[in-house]
């Protein structure tokens, strides 16, 4: 079990450019999650995949934020345009099953400056 | 909407100590389920404990134990003699039946043990 694992670990951008975030999950796990992390706050839930499907987005991801997961295996997440409010810990797990628990990466860090 | 409440932000203890971090939830929900998470400071949020609503029975895993309480929708958690290995940030949160894993999670409490 190699666990599930997220690059770059943190990143630094000025606001207005565009970042990328990728995630790859635990091989055989169908499902695949993005949550944010604000400093001192729960993660949120943003949106989840089955498989390639993106099933479920939260109201906190707007237009500015993408999220794919082409072959059903590894996913990223693109933010155009940042901004600062945009600075967090961008969470990603995964789960075998919808009832299975969820397993989480360390994360990306991203600082919009 | 659920919300998950843990109105602790930080609490220290002293190693071997019993430590207790409350967590009050809200759901109009008859079906959900509860968990707990422990975000270390290395940052991966690390599964503690699922429950769904129809099992009230406490349960125990080693030095942890929780406690639903339906009346009161809580969900307490606690570790008992506590070691400096446990200092993380712990989080509550809840799903609604169906909601496959799209948590809402509490604000989290900091626990710090000092040996």
């Known amino acids: 079990d190699t666990g599930v694992s997220q690059d770059p670990r943190h990143k630094i951008t000025k606001r207005g450019q565009n970042v990328t975030f990728r995630c790859d999950p635990i091989s055989e796990h169908n499902r695949l999650y993005w949550y944010r992390q604000t400093l001192g706050q729960g993660p949120e839930f943003l949106t989840y995949?089955?498989?390639?499907?993106?099933?479920?987005k939260s109201r906190l991801l707007s237009d500015r934020f993408s999220a794919e997961r082409p072959k059903g295996s590894f996913s990223t997440l693109e933010i155009q345009r940042t901004e600062q409010g945009d600075s967090a810990m961008y969470l990603c797990?995964?789960?075998?099953?919808?009832?299975?628990?969820?397993?989480f990466g360390n994360g990306t860090r991203l600082t919009v400056t | 909407a659920q919300k998950v409440t843990q109105a602790q932000t930080e609490i220290s203890v002293v190693e071997k100590e019993d430590v207790t971090l409350d967590c009050v939830y809200e759901t109009r929900d008859t079906t959900y389920y509860l968990f707990w998470y422990k975000q270390p400071p290395s940052g991966e949020l690390v599964f503690l404990i699922r429950?769904?609503?129809?099992?009230?029975q406490n349960e125990i895993s080693g030095r942890y134990s929780w406690n639903f309480q339906k009346s009161t929708s809580s969900f307490n958690f606690t570790i008992t003699a506590s070691q400096v290995v446990d200092s993380a940030v712990y989080f509550c949160a809840s799903e609604t039946n169906n909601a496959g894993n799209m948590l809402t999670f509490g604000g989290g409490t900091r626990l710090m043990v000092k040996p």
């Open positions: 429950r769904n609503s129809f099992d009230e």
């Open positions: 995949f089955q498989n390639e499907a993106q099933l479920e």
């Open positions: 797990a995964s789960s075998l099953t919808a009832n299975s628990p969820l397993h």
